[in-house]
């Protein structure tokens, strides 16, 4: 009971998921009591999923009342968020609801839940498997708009473990805090650009042009047009950069300057010498 009180118990959804899995590991390594909520294992349940749910359990992973909550649900599963923030407020005992989407954040502040959303920004491995297809060597790299956008990628770790850092840290309660450090800050001509110097080749750039991506939002049924909506907004129109972080602003990396987060030129270097696998999400 005394670690319980001093770390509190963390129930995470969607914890087996492409940023869920950090989340959970980044948890039990900081001591917390650890719990996932996951569906019933069936025929159709991929392997690497048992996997987990094999890995978890050998580390004590449970499910059971719990003090924090944070979801880590796929775009699919957003409204069911409002089914989680009913059973807080039944249960009436959680501190702290950590959200990733905004389409709930005003049905849990009217619910008067103690929360904090995390903007996590671009989940880096996640998105240089998309960008740079690292895994499908090819001499040809898209590039969405004139590729001078800046936007933010933060490797999947280190969101995993700040997330759990926020959720048991009073000053974020009831606000937003933003992944933004420095060095993940990036154009993807400047990601280009350093994958050819890693790799040490050349590659064509083929621009798609920002308005043949509006169209094929506008026509696309869903799901189809939200992954085109989404490079739209983050590497044509820059939306993640397009508002500033004042000092009275919470950001990860300020809030917690021990830790150390994996730099783009990091997480390059580890897609050259033991390349994650490429993550399998609700919007490819």
């Not at 590039?143 to 840290?169: L, M, P």
Request: with cysteine.
């Amino acid at each position: 009971m005394e670690r319980e009180a001093e770390t509190g118990r963390i129930l995470i959804f969607g914890g087996t998921g492409c940023i869920g899995k950090h989340m959970v590991r980044a948890s039990v390594s900081l001591s917390h009591l650890t719990y996932i909520y996951v569906r019933p294992a069936a025929l159709q349940t991929r392997p690497s999923n048992l996997d987990l749910h094999c890995e978890f359990h050998s580390v004590g992973v449970r499910i059971i009342e719990v003090d924090i909550v944070i979801s880590a649900l796929a775009y699919p599963q957003v409204p069911d968020q409002l089914k989680i923030i009913d059973a807080i407020v039944a249960a009436g005992n959680i501190k702290s609801s950590l959200e990733k989407r905004r389409k709930i954040r005003r049905a849990t502040e009217a619910a008067g839940i103690h929360f904090t959303f995390v903007t996590a920004n671009c989940l880096a491995a996640y998105f240089v498997n998309i960008l740079l297809h690292p895994h499908d060597p090819r001499d040809e790299i898209v590039v969405h708009g004139n590729g001078e956008a800046n936007a933010v990628v933060n490797y999947e770790e280190d969101v995993g473990r700040y997330t759990i850092k926020v959720g048991n840290d009073p000053r974020a309660r009831n606000r937003v805090v933003t992944h933004r450090p420095e060095p993940n800050i990036i154009s993807r001509h400047k990601l280009i650009s350093l994958w050819e110097k890693k790799t040490g080749r050349s590659f064509k750039k083929v621009y798609v042009l920002q308005e043949d991506l509006v169209k094929l939002s506008q026509t696309l049924p869903p799901p189809e047009n939200i992954p085109v909506s989404i490079l739209h907004s983050i590497f044509v129109k820059g939306d993640m950069m397009s508002y500033e972080i004042s000092e009275d602003d919470l950001e990860a990396s300020r809030l917690y300057p021990e830790m150390q987060c994996t730099t783009i030129d990091q997480l390059l270097d580890i897609f050259l010498t033991n390349p994650p696998e490429p993550a399998r999400s609700a919007l490819e």
